[in-house]
């Protein structure tokens, strides 16, 4: 059974970082892709970004280019995402995911959700 565990989250002011962090457990990951996605309260979950098995392909949403950064350590089956100068609309319980194949954008594809992380930018 396909397990993801999220860690990193946390309280933060406007300006400042944090990284988040996502282990993937339970069956060998080669060939899959990873992701994050986030919601906010009342919202939708939207795609933040993600990253093909070799990390050759990386892709993220507008809000968040040039501010977040999708990594991994394929060793550790561990997914990260860097996120810089955050914004109080940065507000949101974040998620990882993962998907057999290709990477995309479209996170209705991933197949496993971890129980996301909260993260919350002050003003």
């Known amino acids: 059974q396909v397990q993801l565990a999220e860690s990193g989250g946390g309280l933060v002011q406007a300006g400042g970082s944090l990284r988040l962090s996502c282990t993937a457990s339970g069956r060998t990951f080669a060939s899959y892709a990873m992701a994050w996605s986030r919601q906010a309260p009342g919202k939708e979950r939207e795609f933040v970004a993600g990253i093909s098995w070799s990390g050759a392909w990386t892709y993220y949403a507008d809000p968040v280019k040039g501010r977040f950064t999708i990594s991994r350590d394929k060793d550790k089956n561990t997914v990260y995402l860097q996120m810089n100068s955050l914004k109080p609309e940065d507000t949101a319980v974040y998620y990882c995911?993962?998907?057999?194949?290709?990477?995309?954008?479209?996170?209705?594809?991933?197949?496993?959700w971890g129980q996301g992380t909260q993260v919350t930018v002050s003003s």
């Open positions: 995911a993962v998907k057999f194949g290709y990477a995309t954008a479209a996170i209705d594809e991933y197949d496993h």
